[in-house]
C-alpha cells in the first residue's frame, strides 16, 4: 500500500495565490481608482491647495528620515500637472509598467512633503498605487492591450486581486478595533461634538442634533468597520453589505469634509465581487474574451515571503502603540499609519519661549509665522512641536546662539478643558529623541 504525500500549508499557501483567475477585477480598478485620481488632482488645483499647502509655507514638517527638498512654485505647478497627466494615462492603461510606478513616487512625493497635511485616505492610496506597480491591471481594455493585440492571456494569479481585499480588510478591522474605546462608545465622542454642527442640513438635520444620534452613529460606525470585510466575503450576504457601504460612505461624505476618500473606499470594494460579474459588466462596452491557458506562475517562492512581509507589517503597524504609548490620543506615539479614522477632536494652543547667549528672552508665536493647517496639527502633535522648536533655533542664530527653547501650551482633547501639554520646565534643545516624549510631555 502506497502512501498518499500530505500537501503542505506553504503547498497550500502558494496554491491560494498562485490560482489562475480572470483579470477583469483589476480591470474595473484601474479605470475606476484612475478616474478618482484625476478628479482628485484636478480639484486639488481648483480649490488652490497646491499653493495653500505647498507653496505659501515658509517651513514644511518633515518626516524623520525623509527630508525632501520643497520645489519652487513653477515645480509645484508641473509635478501636479505631471500627476494629473499620469493620473490619465494610468486610467487609459498606457505604458502602465512605467506609468504606475510613476504615479506611485509622484503621489508619495506630493504626500511626504509636509506630515500636517497627513491623511489615512493619502496613506491608503499610496499602498493602493504601490499595488498596481506590481499587478498586470493593464492586460485587458486599455492602451496597451490594443498595442499588443492578442499576445496576453486574460487571467491573472489571484494573489494580484486578493492583495487589495486583505488590505481593505486591514483598514476597516483596524478601524473598528480602534473604536473600541470608552469615548467612542459610552461616551459618543467626538461625534457627539461633530453631528450637532450638521443640523442645519435637510431631513437628517433635527435628528443630528439629538444626543442619541451620536451614541447611534458610533456604535454603527464600529459594528460596520468589524463586520463589512466579512459581510462582503460571504456569497449570499456580498449584494447587502456592498449597498451598506455606499450609504455609509455616501452618509459620512454629506455629514464631514474628507475629500474623495468616501469615493475610493466604494471604489476599491469592488473588488470583493467575483471576475464573473466584473466580465458581465465589460461585456456592455466590449467583447470579453473566455478564459484560455495562462502562463506558469513565475518566482512563486519570493511572491509569497513578500506577501507575507508585508502584510505581517501592515498588522504590526497599528498594534505598535502597544508598545509605545501609555496615552495614544495625548501622546500619538503610533497614531500615524493605523487606521484610526476620525476618533478624537484635538485642538490646543502653543509659544515658545527662546533664550540666547546674549542673555535676551523673547517670545515666539507660531500662529504668525505657520499656516492655519500648520499651526493646528502642530499645536496638538509632539513630533512637530520639538520639529518646529529646533527649526526656531536655525532661524534664530545669526548674532546671538540660541541655548534655550521651552513651550507653554494647552491642548483640549475630545471636548474636556484645555491642560497643559508639554512640560513648560523642559528645553526642548536638549531633547533628540522624538520617540522619548513622554518624557516632556504633562501627562494626561
Not at 480649490?47 to 520645489?71: D, M, R, S, V
Not at 496615552?327 to 519661549?353: A, H, P, T
Not at 548674532?399 to 523642559?426: H, K, M, Q, W
Request: charged share 15%; proline share 6%.
Amino acid at each position: 500500500m502506497s502512501l498518499q504525500p500530505t500537501t503542505t500549508v506553504t503547498e497550500l499557501f502558494e496554491k491560494y495565490l498562485f490560482k489562475s483567475v480572470s483579470a477583469w477585477p483589476l480591470i474595473t480598478l484601474r479605470v475606476a481608482f484612475g478616474v478618482l485620481m484625476t478628479f482628485g488632482a484636478v480639484r486639488f488645483w481648483y480649490y488652490g491647495w497646491i499653493e495653500e499647502l505647498y507653496i505659501k509655507p515658509n517651513f514644511h514638517f518633515q518626516y524623520f528620515g525623509l527630508e525632501l527638498p520643497t520645489l519652487s512654485e513653477a515645480g509645484m505647478y508641473f509635478v501636479f500637472m505631471l500627476f494629473v497627466l499620469l493620473s490619465i494615462l494610468f486610467t487609459l492603461g498606457f505604458y502602465f509598467r512605467i506609468v504606475a510606478p510613476l504615479l506611485f513616487i509622484t503621489f508619495c512625493y506630493i504626500e511626504l512633503i509636509d506630515v500636517s497635511t497627513y491623511l489615512n485616505h493619502y496613506y491608503f492610496v499610496s499602498i493602493v498605487l504601490f499595488f498596481f506597480c506590481f499587478v498586470p491591471a493593464a492586460r485587458m481594455f486599455s492602451m496597451d492591450a490594443l498595442r499588443e493585440r492578442n499576445s496576453r492571456s486574460p487571467e491573472v494569479p489571484a494573489w494580484t486581486i486578493n492583495i487589495f481585499l486583505l488590505q481593505i480588510g486591514i483598514v476597516y478591522f483596524f478601524a473598528g478595533l480602534a473604536k473600541l474605546h470608552s469615548d467612542w462608545l459610552l461616551e459618543a465622542l467626538p461625534l457627539k461634538l461633530w453631528l450637532p454642527a450638521r443640523g442645519h442640513l435637510p431631513v437628517i438635520g433635527s435628528f443630528l442634533s439629538k444626543p442619541i444620534a451620536a451614541y447611534l452613529f458610533s456604535w454603527a460606525g464600529c459594528i460596520y468597520d468589524l463586520s463589512i470585510p466579512f459581510i462582503l466575503l460571504y456569497k449570499p450576504t456580498r449584494a447587502i453589505g456592498y449597498i451598506t457601504v455606499i450609504v455609509f460612505h455616501v452618509l459620512t461624505w454629506i455629514l464631514f469634509p474628507i475629500g474623495i476618500f468616501p469615493w475610493v473606499m466604494i471604489v476599491m470594494t469592488l473588488a470583493f465581487f467575483p471576475p464573473e460579474a466584473h466580465a458581465k459588466f465589460w461585456e456592455r462596452f466590449i467583447r470579453t474574451k473566455g478564459t484560455t491557458e495562462s502562463k506558469p506562475a513565475r518566482h512563486k517562492k519570493m511572491v509569497s515571503a513578500l506577501v507575507v512581509i508585508f502584510f505581517t507589517i501592515q498588522i504590526l503597524l497599528p498594534l505598535r502603540f502597544l508598545v509605545q504609548s501609555e496615552n495614544l490620543f495625548w501622546d500619538e506615539l503610533g497614531f500615524r499609519f493605523s487606521w484610526r479614522v476620525m476618533l478624537m477632536e484635538k485642538s490646543g494652543d502653543i509659544q515658545f519661549r527662546l533664550s540666547d547667549t546674549c542673555g535676551h528672552s523673547y517670545i515666539i508665536e507660531p500662529s504668525q509665522q505657520l499656516t492655519k493647517l500648520q499651526y493646528t496639527q502642530m499645536a496638538t502633535q509632539p513630533d512637530l512641536i520639538l520639529q518646529y522648536a529646533h527649526h526656531l533655533a536655525g532661524l534664530h542664530s545669526r548674532d546671538c546662539v540660541v541655548t534655550a527653547i521651552y513651550a507653554e501650551s494647552y491642548v483640549s482633547l475630545n471636548g474636556r478643558g484645555s491642560r497643559p501639554f508639554v512640560d513648560p520646565t523642559v528645553n526642548l534643545l536638549e531633547v533628540t529623541d522624538n520617540g522619548d516624549r513622554l518624557k516632556w510631555l504633562m501627562p494626561y
